[in-house]
C-alpha cells in the first residue's frame, strides 16, 4: 500500500451556502465546483498518492475542506473543534476514517477551538494562527498532544485571513511562502519569500520537489519554476469563492515518520 494517502471528502450540494468571512460572496456553480474536485482528486492519484474518501455530510456546506476537522502528526490524529459552531458536525466522520487507518485519536475541547487550517507543520516546528477561528486554549491542547511527540508548536497571529494557511505555506526546504498584505508577522518565521499573487503563497507539497498550485497565479509558478520546482495546476475557482486553497481540500498523510 502506499505510503503518501490523502483524505479527501466530495462536496455537498449545499457548498454554495459555504460560510465567507474576509471576502466578498460570490455565486458559486456547484456543477462546476464538484468537476474541479474531481480534477484535484485525479492530480492527486497521479502524483502517487492514494486517496481515502470522508464519509459524505450532505448537511454540512464546508465539509469539502476537511483539513479543518484533523491534524496529523506522527501516528497521532488531532480531531479539531472547529471555531465556527457550524462546522462542528463534520468531525464525526472524520474521526471515523483516521480511526479505520489505525490512528491514535486526541480531540481538541471545548472551550477551545482549532481549525486545521490554521496548522502549519514545517519539519517537528507546528506553526498556529491565532486568530478567528483558533484560540489560545486550542493552542495549549494541541500543543499538550503534541509536545511528547517531539512537535514544537508556535503560535503565530492572524487579523488579516480566515485562516494562517490562507496567508502561507511552506516549500519543501522549509522556506515560509506568503501572500504579504495578509502575513501580520513575516518576522515569525526564519525564511520568509513573498509570493507574487495571494494563491501562489498557497502549495502542497507532493513529493520529489513536485507542488501542488492553483492554475491562477502564472506569476507564482514561474518563480517556484525557476527556484527548480515541477509544478502540477488544479482549477480550484469555485472553492477560492468560499476562501479555500489547495491545502484545505484534503488531509495528507506521509506515514508514520512525516
Same mark, same amino acid.
Request: aromatic share 6%; hydrophobic share 40%.
Given at each position: 500500500m502506499?505510503?503518501k494517502?490523502?483524505?479527501?471528502?466530495?462536496?455537498?450540494?449545499?457548498l454554495a451556502?459555504? *460560510? +465567507? =468571512?474576509?471576502?466578498?460572496?460570490? @455565486?458559486?456553480?456547484v456543477?462546476?465546483?464538484?468537476?474541479?474536485?474531481? &480534477?484535484?482528486?485525479?492530480?492527486?492519484?497521479e502524483?502517487?498518492?492514494?486517496?481515502?474518501?470522508?464519509?459524505?455530510?450532505?448537511?454540512?456546506?464546508d465539509?469539502?475542506f476537511? !483539513?479543518?476537522v484533523l491534524? +496529523?502528526? !506522527?501516528?497521532v490524529? +488531532?480531531?479539531?473543534?472547529?471555531?465556527?459552531d457550524?462546522?462542528?458536525?463534520?468531525? #464525526?466522520?472524520?474521526?471515523?476514517?483516521v480511526?479505520?487507518?489505525d490512528?491514535? #485519536?486526541?480531540? *481538541?475541547?471545548?472551550?477551545?477551538?482549532?481549525?486545521? &487550517?490554521?496548522?502549519l507543520?514545517?519539519?517537528?516546528? *507546528?506553526?498556529?494562527g491565532?486568530?478567528?477561528r483558533?484560540?489560545?486554549?486550542? /493552542?495549549?491542547q494541541?500543543? !499538550?498532544?503534541?509536545?511528547?511527540?517531539?512537535?514544537?508548536?508556535?503560535?503565530? @497571529?492572524?487579523?488579516?485571513?480566515?485562516?494562517?494557511?490562507?496567508?502561507? =505555506?511552506?516549500?519543501p526546504?522549509?522556506? /515560509?511562502?506568503?501572500?504579504? $498584505?495578509? +502575513?501580520?508577522? @513575516?518576522?515569525?518565521? $526564519?525564511?520568509?519569500?513573498a509570493?507574487? %499573487?495571494?494563491?501562489?503563497?498557497?502549495?502542497?507539497?507532493l &513529493? %520529489?520537489?513536485?507542488?501542488?498550485?492553483a492554475?491562477?497565479?502564472?506569476?507564482?509558478?514561474?518563480?517556484?519554476?525557476d527556484?527548480?520546482?515541477?509544478?502540477?495546476?488544479?482549477?480550484?475557482g469555485?472553492?477560492?469563492?468560499?476562501?479555500?486553497?489547495?491545502?484545505?481540500?484534503?488531509?495528507?498523510?506521509r &506515514?508514520p515518520?512525516?
Amino acid at each position: 500500500m502506499s505510503t503518501k494517502r490523502a483524505l479527501v471528502r466530495r462536496p455537498s450540494t449545499r457548498l454554495a451556502e459555504g *460560510i +465567507v =468571512t474576509h471576502i466578498e460572496r460570490s @455565486p458559486v456553480d456547484v456543477d462546476l465546483a464538484l468537476r474541479q474536485w474531481h &480534477g484535484y482528486v485525479v492530480a492527486l492519484n497521479e502524483n502517487g498518492w492514494e486517496t481515502i474518501q470522508v464519509a459524505e455530510a450532505p448537511d454540512c456546506p464546508d465539509a469539502v475542506f476537511v !483539513e479543518d476537522v484533523l491534524v +496529523v502528526y !506522527e501516528h497521532v490524529a +488531532v480531531v479539531t473543534n472547529p471555531g465556527a459552531d457550524a462546522r462542528r458536525r463534520e468531525i #464525526v466522520e472524520a474521526e471515523q476514517a483516521v480511526r479505520a487507518l489505525d490512528y491514535s #485519536v486526541a480531540r *481538541i475541547r471545548a472551550p477551545g477551538t482549532l481549525d486545521g &487550517g490554521d496548522v502549519l507543520k514545517v519539519g517537528r516546528t *507546528i506553526y498556529v494562527g491565532r486568530g478567528g477561528r483558533t484560540n489560545d486554549e486550542g /493552542i495549549r491542547q494541541l500543543t !499538550e498532544i503534541l509536545e511528547p511527540f517531539g512537535a514544537k508548536v508556535v503560535a503565530v @497571529p492572524i487579523t488579516k485571513a480566515l485562516h494562517l494557511k490562507s496567508a502561507l =505555506t511552506a516549500l519543501p526546504n522549509g522556506t /515560509i511562502v506568503g501572500w504579504r $498584505p495578509i +502575513v501580520d508577522e @513575516p518576522s515569525f518565521f $526564519p525564511r520568509f519569500l513573498a509570493a507574487p %499573487e495571494e494563491s501562489g503563497a498557497h502549495v502542497v507539497l507532493l &513529493g %520529489e520537489d513536485r507542488l501542488l498550485i492553483a492554475n491562477d497565479c502564472p506569476r507564482s509558478a514561474e518563480l517556484y519554476a525557476d527556484l527548480g520546482y515541477e509544478l502540477v495546476l488544479v482549477d480550484i475557482g469555485e472553492f477560492q469563492k468560499l476562501e479555500g486553497c489547495v491545502t484545505c481540500l484534503s488531509v495528507r498523510l506521509r &506515514g508514520p515518520s512525516a
